[in-house]
Each structure stands twice: as C-alpha cells, then as structure tokens.
C-alpha cells in the first residue's frame, strides 16, 4: 500500500493493523482466510504461499501443481524474513484496515521469526486455529494421498518423519497387522499420525509469546466452532482487530453461504471425531495412540474443551 493509500485509510478515521492467524493446517484454515477475505476492511493472505484469499480453490490440487515451486519456497521463507517483510506483501495485495495472514505462519513459527529479526516494527495480534486431532488427521490422510502422488518434497519430509518419529514401533505394527507400510494409503495415514508432533511443537512454543514485544496472543479458536458459529467469527474479527471492526449480518451471510472450502477427507461423512475414531481400521486405532501419546497432546487438547473418551476403550 502506497502513502496516498495510507494517508486515505487515516483521513477514513480507521488505523492499519496487522494480525496473524497461526494454524498447522488442516484446520479449516482455507475457509477461515477466504472468509477473513470477504470483510469489507481486510485483506488476507494464506498459506506459506502468502497468496491473497480471494478464491474458493486456491490450494486445490490443480493450484497446487502449478505453484509447487511457490509453495516449497514458502515453507522456507516463513522463518527466513521478518513479520513486517511478509506484511509487505500483504499491503501490496489491497487497500484495506486490517491486513491479516492465516496458515502463513504456524505457533512455532513465531519465537523462531522473532529471535531472527527481533522486535516487529509493527504491533500484531495473534490467533491461533485448532481442531481436534482425530479430525485433523483424517483431513491430513486424505491430503497427502493426493499429495503424495506429485509432491516429492512432501513425500520425501514426511516419510522421513514417519521414520524418524516412528521408529521400531513401525515394524511391529507390519508384523501384527500384516501392513505394507510403504503402500500409498497406509503411508498417508501414517503420515499424518506423524505429523501430530508438529503440534507439540506449537505447545512448546506458547510460553515464548509473552517474551516478543510487539506479538500479542489472544489465545485459540476452534475450527470446529468458527466454521458453524458466526458469533465465534465475529468476535475473533473484533480481537483481531481490537474492536475496531465488526462482522455485520450482511458479511456474516455471504461468508456462511459459501460453504465448504477445500476438504481434503475423502469421504461425504460428518462424523464428529469420536464416530471418525470408531470408523479406523485396528491399525490405524494403533498408530494414531502411539503417535497422540508420543506428544503428550492431551492434556493441552482437553484444556481447549476437546473430548477424548473414546480412546479408553
């Protein structure tokens, strides 16, 4: 955004602000920056990609092939310029109030960022988007079995991931169920079994956020809550946003009258995640434990209001 365009947001009485949307991925989080997209005020980026959410099918798998050079470079870029660098790029994508980002950056991203390039020259405030891990990792399967298929960058990190994490534990799980762990399918479950530590590594990176001045971090939402709740949406845009915005009736209906956005599970199902878990193969009841104890999620996921007695049958 040029100075005329600064002086004009000014002179409008509305101040620019800045906010980041963290999630991991799988979280809805195509929905939530289209959704953020179609505010009247902001203007919103997605993805390592840092691309503007304008489109429905920005990371359909089409999208995806044609831009896999984009995408690898993002997954390097997010820790590799400051939160004002990214930001720029936002600005240059429209006029707005707010710019915002969601999925360019994940929690752990963020100490990272900050101890590179230090104190923001801009003041951000921050959510973080969650789902529960039985949904995310059905989402996450059914990804990367398309994934997997034409991203040999994905296909290589992650299996080297489900290797590393996995260990012996792999092998005994072949031998029980008379698994090919290497078959496309099981490999994506595993996959994304595995990847469930890259949210131990968003919880251990909580306690750092209140050292960053100039990163205010206002806590969770809920993928499972803001895709069906506008009252949830309307009340992270005013956190957002520090009730200086508002998500009127109008806004609210044509972001609800979408729809869905970017599944990635392969199936019509909407199973909640405990009739999702009681759906799973034996093995795959197996792996996702080993894993989801391996990172000791639970107790953080219960803290969010997540329910997991169905893993004690």
Same mark, same amino acid.
């Given at each position: 955004?040029?100075?005329?365009?600064?002086?004009?947001? *000014?002179?409008?009485?509305?101040?620019?602000?800045?906010?980041? @949307?963290?999630?991991?991925?799988?979280?809805?989080?195509?929905?939530?920056?289209?959704?953020?997209?179609?505010?009247?005020?902001?203007?919103?980026?997605?993805?390592?990609?840092?691309?503007? %959410?304008?489109?429905?099918? *920005?990371?359909?798998?089409?999208?995806?092939?044609?831009?896999?050079?984009?995408?690898?470079?993002?997954?390097?870029?997010?820790?590799?310029?400051?939160?004002?660098?990214?930001?720029?790029?936002?600005?240059?994508?429209?006029?707005?109030?707010? @710019?915002?980002?969601?999925?360019?950056?994940?929690?752990?991203?963020?100490?990272?960022?900050?101890?590179?390039?230090?104190?923001?020259?801009?003041?951000?405030?921050?959510?973080?988007?969650?789902?529960?891990?039985?949904?995310?990792?059905?989402?996450?399967?059914?990804?990367?079995?398309?994934?997997?298929? @034409?991203?040999?960058?994905?296909?290589?990190?992650?299996?080297?991931?489900?290797?590393?994490?996995?260990?012996?534990?792999?092998?005994?799980?072949?031998?029980?169920?008379?698994?090919?762990?290497?078959?496309?399918?099981?490999?994506?479950?595993?996959?994304?079994?595995?990847?469930?530590?890259?949210?131990?590594?968003?919880?251990?990176?909580?306690?750092?956020?209140?050292? *960053?001045?100039?990163?205010?971090?206002?806590?969770?939402?809920? *993928?499972?809550?803001?895709?069906?709740?506008?009252?949830?949406? %309307?009340?992270?845009?005013?956190?957002?946003?520090?009730?200086?915005?508002?998500?009127?009736?109008?806004?609210?209906?044509?972001?609800?009258?979408?729809?869905?956005?970017?599944?990635?599970?392969?199936?019509?199902?909407?199973?909640?995640?405990?009739?999702?878990?009681?759906?799973?193969?034996?093995?795959?009841?197996?792996?996702?434990?080993?894993?989801?104890?391996? @990172?000791?999620?639970?107790?953080?996921?219960?803290?969010?209001?997540?329910?997991?007695?169905?893993?004690?049958?």
């Amino acid at each position: 955004m040029d100075l005329d365009d600064r002086v004009l947001v *000014m002179q409008n009485g509305k101040t620019p602000r800045r906010f980041i @949307y963290t999630s991991h991925g799988w979280s809805a989080s195509n929905w939530l920056a289209f959704a953020l997209n179609l505010h009247p005020d902001i203007v919103c980026s997605h993805s390592a990609r840092n691309m503007l %959410a304008d489109k429905k099918n *920005m990371n359909s798998n089409a999208n995806l092939k044609a831009h896999l050079a984009q995408l690898h470079k993002g997954y390097v870029s997010r820790q590799e310029r400051s939160f004002d660098a990214a930001y720029a790029e936002i600005e240059d994508m429209g006029t707005a109030v707010m @710019y915002g980002s969601v999925h360019v950056y994940r929690l752990r991203d963020l100490p990272v960022v900050f101890k590179k390039f230090g104190q923001p020259a801009d003041a951000y405030n921050v959510l973080n988007l969650v789902r529960h891990p039985v949904s995310l990792v059905w989402s996450g399967y059914g990804q990367f079995k398309d994934l997997f298929r @034409y991203d040999l960058n994905e296909l290589h990190w992650t299996s080297g991931k489900v290797l590393r994490e996995g260990g012996s534990f792999l092998y005994d799980l072949a031998a029980e169920y008379d698994l090919n762990i290497g078959e496309l399918d099981n490999l994506a479950f595993l996959g994304a079994c595995a990847v469930l530590g890259s949210l131990r590594l968003d919880l251990n990176a909580l306690p750092h956020l209140a050292e *960053m001045p100039g990163i205010t971090f206002h806590g969770h939402t809920c *993928m499972e809550q803001v895709t069906t709740a506008p009252a949830v949406l %309307a009340t992270a845009i005013q956190t957002l946003s520090d009730d200086t915005l508002v998500a009127d009736e109008t806004y609210l209906d044509a972001v609800y009258e979408a729809g869905v956005i970017n599944e990635h599970k392969k199936d019509r199902n909407k199973f909640d995640a405990s009739a999702r878990f009681d759906q799973f193969f034996d093995w795959q009841v197996a792996a996702f434990k080993f894993f989801f104890s391996k @990172y000791n999620l639970q107790p953080a996921y219960e803290a969010l209001g997540y329910n997991f007695d169905f893993l004690k049958n």
